[in-house]
């Protein structure tokens, strides 16, 4: 084994200086391990990490996979519900609707058109309806005759025998215009629906805003092929944001709503804000074993963007009175070093940073850090 050699002085003086230095030093270091327990309150909290969302943000997403034709909104645009943000590829639905449009012109020319099958059937209803009305007055004026004892039987039977036939040949024309009525209305209706099919089908190729909002996110580019999975863009709240917290497994189960949030933004390394718990998801995400957690801001930041990160502490408890040490002051074996050696200490409440000492300490007491 080498060994360094040790430094030459020039002069005893500097020796000194340099133990001195050397001693001042050694001073310090103890002195900073070397500190008496708080007294005051005590606060119990879980932490989370988070980042700023928009409230009621939503990923858009498409109805039919095709090509992107066009993208009308840029990344920080101010949208309405309804607005129009791009629209898909759609030629053959385009074609499929002016088809549904053009059937439904002619079924309703063939329904309602003067010109229609019914107008046709109608008008020879009423032609027949007029020698019907003819033919029963000449058959009831034959019948009085014939009662009166009047006429021949031949020349009252040919009577009836027209009657009978313009009756039952107008029964079969106002059957036949009935069912013909039905047939065309029927298919007047059909390519009605057939048109309202087409374009709702061709409305699935225009992207819209469900809200009013803003666009945070486009992940599509004009051209681009976009299926049914894929998100289009997310749309939020242009001035309204919420915290998305994640709490660990261990933790959720002492959260509750209403609960205050201690807030570090990174954007704000300065300062500290103030949330409430405002919601609570039920379902874990796996991906990380965690739970969601929302809070609201109290006095929400001047400037805020989606997606800002930061980190929260939720006050669970606070006891008052209490004593309190640094973590890294408690042994794993509950116990604290003293002047006068190893002492045994109660533990209350524990937070990030420090531990609440329910006995066996007072804050008259030095304890040291230990390097275990």
């Known amino acids: 084994m080498q060994f360094r050699k040790l430094r030459k002085f020039k002069s005893i003086d500097v020796f000194f200086q340099w133990l001195f230095i050397l001693l001042m030093f050694s001073a310090c270091q103890n002195e900073q391990q070397r500190i008496k327990p708080g007294f005051g309150s005590f606060t119990e909290s879980v932490y989370a990490s988070l980042n700023v969302q928009p409230v009621d943000n939503y990923q858009v997403f498409v109805n039919r996979p095709a090509l992107i034709d066009n993208i009308y909104v840029e990344e920080g645009d101010t949208v309405y519900k309804g607005h129009i943000l791009a629209t898909l590829a759609h030629d053959n639905e385009e074609r499929i609707m002016q088809s549904a449009r053009l059937q439904l012109e002619l079924a309703e020319k063939k329904f309602k058109g003067e010109a229609s099958a019914l107008s046709s059937i109608q008008a020879e209803i009423n032609s027949v309806k007029k020698e019907l009305e003819l033919d029963s007055m000449n058959y009831l004026r034959q019948q009085d005759l014939w009662d009166k004892g009047i006429g021949s039987k031949v020349e009252l039977e040919n009577k009836k025998l027209k009657y009978e036939l313009n009756f039952n040949r107008y029964s079969s024309l106002y059957q036949k215009y009935i069912e013909s009525r039905l047939e065309l209305e029927t298919n007047y209706q059909v390519s009605i629906n057939q048109l309202l099919s087409a374009e709702r089908?061709?409305?699935?190729?225009?992207?819209?805003?469900?809200?009013?909002?803003?666009?945070?996110?486009?992940?599509?580019?004009?051209?681009?092929?976009?299926?049914?999975?894929?998100?289009?863009?997310?749309?939020?709240?242009?001035?309204?944001?919420?915290?998305?917290?994640?709490?660990?497994?261990?933790?959720?189960?002492?959260?509750?709503?209403?609960?205050?949030?201690?807030?570090?933004?990174?954007?704000?390394?300065?300062?500290?804000?103030?949330?409430?718990?405002?919601?609570?998801?039920?379902?874990?995400?796996?991906?990380?074993?965690?739970?969601?957690?929302?809070?609201?801001?109290?006095?929400?930041?001047?400037?805020?963007?989606?997606?800002?990160?930061?980190?929260?502490?939720?006050?669970?408890?606070?006891?008052?009175?209490?004593?309190?040490?640094?973590?890294?002051?408690?042994?794993?074996?509950?116990?604290?070093?003293?002047?006068?050696?190893?002492?045994?200490?109660?533990?209350?409440?524990?937070?990030?940073?420090?531990?609440?000492?329910?006995?066996?300490?007072?804050?008259?007491?030095?304890?040291?850090?230990?390097?275990?």
């Open 201 to 372: 089908n061709l409305s699935d190729y225009t992207i819209r805003a469900l809200m009013d909002g803003m666009v945070y996110t486009l992940s599509k580019k004009r051209g681009e092929f976009i299926s049914t999975q894929e998100p289009f863009a997310t749309i939020g709240k242009a001035n309204e944001f919420i915290l998305d917290m994640s709490v660990d497994e261990a933790d959720i189960p002492r959260i509750k709503e209403g609960q205050l949030a201690i807030i570090a933004l990174d954007a704000y390394p300065e300062e500290v804000f103030e949330a409430n718990v405002s919601k609570i998801f039920p379902s874990k995400d796996t991906r990380n074993q965690t739970f969601t957690v929302e809070a609201r801001f109290k006095k929400v930041p001047m400037t805020l963007y989606a997606g800002m990160s930061g980190e929260a502490n939720i006050v669970i408890n606070v006891m008052e009175n209490s004593v309190f040490i640094p973590r890294e002051y408690l042994t794993e074996r509950n116990t604290v070093y003293t002047d006068e050696g190893e002492v045994k200490v109660g533990t209350g409440l524990m937070n990030m940073e420090d531990v609440q000492i329910t006995s066996g300490l007072d804050t008259a007491t030095w304890i040291v850090k230990q390097d275990e």
